[in-house]
């Protein structure tokens, strides 16, 4: 966990811990590079830069050097934040599993064009799998991979914590520009399950009616890895198509500000964080029609849901958008299963005590 918004949940959960600690507990913290990190009196770092080497490190650290280190530490608790439960002993055990990798199936493309998630896909099912009974709970997102883990993992121990931004009504204007363009935003990485290429596919369908009134905007160059170039060549001659590359936080807020509608095509998330940031600016959407998507936009008028592998029904949904004439669908709130927590301060306190707030 280095960077982007995995550097940041290790983050607010060191800021939690601490907070929960106070002076009755010392929390050491096993980091990539403790630099880039917090300090806080009540919590220690220790820095293993070769993590990021190669996964015979990350594999090594989980089963063989952290089983030496729990020895010797004799800790009360191991909370491991990345998926994969080591080999450890300590009193109390859990592990937080935010990728969603083990529902996604990459299709032979992936091999090609980004064999790390490839085989990242082929193998987390089996490496979530590893010592994950041991744990006395197993932290996920959502309400659907709780119910996926049940079923694939036969276990029941698991506390849904979700990464909920704090709601806040923001006071702007959308701008209008002189034309009569209206902009679809799809702000994400470039990674086989973000589907950048079926928005492509429907914007060169509307290319072909005439209809070129909007403009699609991707947070994707082009050489970023194999399949970012595979998207730009093949779709760089699409006049409504623009690609701007990775975006500061402060950009993108601008994009939502200036843009008219979400498109978020992804074939799997954990949770889907643009949908519920776009939700802030009450900005209209085009979702992905799967659980992780209905899950995360939970009640909202302004949603419509399409198959992600159908580019000629996201381009009915755009033409309608764009002539204004779409039919918003109908949702509802989620109902969640007990444990479920809406905070890091919740989290903590409950693993630590076993008691939610009520």
Same mark, same amino acid.
């Given at each position: 966990?280095?960077?982007?918004?995995?550097?940041?949940?290790?983050?607010?959960?060191?800021?939690?811990?601490?907070?929960?600690?106070?002076?009755?507990?010392?929390?050491?913290?096993?980091?990539?590079?403790?630099?880039?990190?917090?300090?806080?009196?009540?919590?220690?770092?220790?820095?293993?830069?070769?993590?990021?080497?190669?996964?015979?490190?990350?594999?090594?650290?989980?089963?063989?050097?952290?089983?030496?280190?729990?020895?010797?530490?004799?800790?009360?608790?191991?909370?491991?934040?990345?998926?994969?439960?080591?080999?450890?002993?300590?009193?109390?055990?859990?592990?937080?599993?935010?990728?969603?990798?083990?529902?996604?199936?990459?299709?032979?493309?992936?091999?090609?064009?980004?064999?790390?998630?490839?085989?990242?896909?082929?193998?987390?099912?089996?490496?979530?799998?590893?010592?994950?009974?041991?744990?006395?709970?197993?932290?996920?997102?959502?309400?659907?991979?709780?119910?996926?883990?049940?079923? !694939? #993992?036969?276990?029941?121990?698991?506390?849904?914590? /979700? +990464?909920?931004? =704090?709601? &806040? %009504?923001?006071?702007?204007?959308?701008?209008?520009?002189?034309?009569?363009?209206?902009?679809?935003?799809?702000?994400?990485?470039?990674?086989?399950?973000?589907?950048?290429?079926?928005?492509?596919?429907?914007?060169?369908?509307?290319?072909?009616?005439?209809?070129?009134?909007?403009?699609?905007?991707?947070?994707?160059?082009?050489?970023?890895?194999?399949?970012?170039?595979?998207?730009?060549?093949?779709?760089?001659?699409?006049?409504?198509?623009?690609?701007?590359?990775?975006?500061?936080?402060?950009?993108?807020?601008?994009?939502?500000?200036?843009?008219?509608?979400? !498109? #978020?095509?992804?074939?799997?998330?954990?949770?889907? /964080? +643009?949908?519920? =940031?776009? &939700? %802030?600016?009450?900005?209209?959407?085009?979702?992905?029609?799967?659980?992780y998507a209905k899950e995360?936009?939970?009640?909202?008028?302004?949603?419509?849901?399409?198959?992600?592998?159908?580019?000629?029904?996201?381009?009915?949904?755009?033409?309608?958008f764009l002539d204004e004439?779409?039919?918003?669908?109908?949702?509802?709130?989620?109902?969640?299963?007990?444990?479920?927590?809406?905070?890091?301060d919740e989290l903590i306190?409950?693993?630590?005590?076993?008691?939610?707030?009520?």
């Amino acid at each position: 966990m280095f960077r982007g918004g995995s550097l940041k949940v290790m983050q607010d959960c060191i800021t939690a811990v601490s907070a929960f600690a106070g002076n009755d507990y010392e929390v050491i913290a096993l980091v990539h590079n403790e630099n880039q990190f917090p300090a806080y009196s009540n919590v220690r770092y220790i820095s293993y830069p070769k993590s990021r080497k190669s996964w015979f490190f990350r594999l090594y650290y989980e089963y063989v050097g952290f089983k030496k280190l729990s020895k010797q530490l004799k800790p009360y608790a191991w909370f491991s934040m990345h998926d994969t439960t080591p080999n450890v002993v300590a009193e109390k055990r859990m592990v937080y599993c935010h990728n969603s990798f083990p529902f996604f199936k990459p299709g032979i493309k992936g091999f090609f064009l980004q064999r790390n998630i490839f085989f990242l896909c082929l193998l987390s099912n089996y490496l979530y799998r590893i010592n994950i009974k041991k744990n006395d709970y197993v932290i996920v997102q959502q309400e659907w991979m709780r119910q996926a883990f049940k079923k !694939i #993992f036969s276990i029941n121990n698991i506390v849904v914590a /979700l +990464p909920v931004r =704090e709601m &806040k %009504e923001i006071a702007f204007t959308r701008n209008q520009t002189v034309s009569e363009k209206k902009t679809f935003f799809y702000p994400a990485t470039a990674i086989l399950q973000k589907n950048f290429e079926i928005i492509c596919q429907a914007a060169g369908l509307l290319e072909k009616e005439g209809i070129d009134n909007f403009e699609v905007i991707m947070t994707l160059e082009g050489n970023e890895n194999k399949y970012a170039e595979s998207i730009y060549k093949t779709y760089r001659s699409l006049a409504t198509v623009k690609f701007v590359g990775f975006l500061s936080p402060e950009a993108v807020n601008k994009y939502y500000k200036n843009s008219d509608c979400l !498109i #978020f095509p992804s074939k799997i998330e954990s949770w889907g /964080l +643009p949908i519920s =940031e776009a &939700k %802030e600016y009450n900005m209209p959407m085009l979702l992905s029609d799967l659980p992780y998507a209905k899950e995360a936009v939970g009640k909202y008028d302004k949603v419509c849901f399409f198959n992600p592998d159908n580019a000629k029904q996201l381009a009915d949904l755009m033409k309608k958008f764009l002539d204004e004439i779409i039919i918003y669908d109908q949702t509802e709130e989620v109902r969640y299963e007990q444990p479920v927590v809406h905070n890091w301060d919740e989290l903590i306190r409950f693993l630590f005590t076993d008691k939610l707030n009520c």
